[in-house]
Each structure stands twice: as structure tokens, then as C-alpha cells.
Nanobody
Framework: QVQLVESGGDLVQAGGSLRLSCVASGSILRFNDMGWYRQAPGKQRELVAEMHKESATTYSDSVKGRFTISRANVENLKSLNTVYLQMNSLTSEDTAVYYC??????????????WGQGTQVTVSS
């Protein structure tokens, strides 16, 4: 099994910054991708940013230029499956529960998907 532990959510004023962390641990064979999704009250869960193997990244249009996803130093094997989300210039529209999602390759070549419990980000205007 794999566990995802998120941290970094908080209450922040508009224009401020936060950094979210997601650490995956457990029976991990090979990294495929890790990313962040968010869900605001009354809305569907949406992709925020994703880090793929070979460090390719995907961002939603609403966060491009403000948010940056990164992966821990891959030379440090103990931190290999850790991703961060640096969020700058936050607005009230960014208020949501942020969830970490990770997918890892299995021995059979398939993908196992895991979700964290979520961390609350609240931006006050």
C-alpha cells in the first residue's frame, strides 16, 4: 500500500503565498506522476498542476504563472516521491481543499492511483 501525506494548507490573505507538500510512502515501484487537484464548495474537483516522469509539468490555465509544482531532489532517494506546490499571488478563487494524487507503475505494468486526505487552503480578501 501507498500513503500520501499532505501539509501546508492554511489561511492566508489575498496576494499571499503558500507551499503545499505531498509525501508518498509505502510499496512504491516506479514513479509515474504526482499532482495536485482542488475542490471548492459546490464545484467539481479540478486539476491544478501535475508533475510527470521526466519532470514534464501540466498546469491549469487559472494558475499558470502563479503556481509552481516541483519534485524533491531525485538524488535523495528518501525524498524521491515528494512534490511541492508553491502558490503565489493567491486570490479568493484559490480557496479550496487541495488533494494530492499519485500514480505509480505496478509490476504488471499497470498504474495504481492514490489520493491524499486533502489540505484546506483559504484565501481571505
Amino acid at each position: 500500500q501507498v500513503q500520501l501525506v499532505e501539509s501546508g494548507g492554511d489561511l492566508v490573505q489575498a496576494g499571499g503565498s503558500l507551499r503545499l507538500s505531498c509525501v508518498a510512502s509505502g510499496s512504491i515501484l516506479r514513479f509515474n506522476d504526482m499532482g495536485w487537484y482542488r475542490q471548492a464548495p459546490g464545484k467539481q474537483r479540478e486539476l491544478v498542476a501535475e508533475m510527470h516522469k521526466e519532470s514534464a509539468t501540466t498546469y491549469s490555465d487559472s494558475v499558470k504563472g502563479r503556481f509552481t509544482i516541483s519534485r524533491a531532489n531525485v538524488e535523495n532517494l528518501k525524498s524521491l516521491n515528494t512534490v511541492y506546490l508553491q502558490m503565489n499571488s493567491l486570490t479568493s478563487e484559490d480557496t479550496a481543499v487541495y488533494y494530492c494524487r499519485a500514480r505509480f507503475r505496478t509490476h504488471s505494468g499497470g498504474l495504481d492511483e492514490y489520493w491524499g486526505q486533502g489540505t484546506q487552503v483559504t484565501v481571505s480578501s
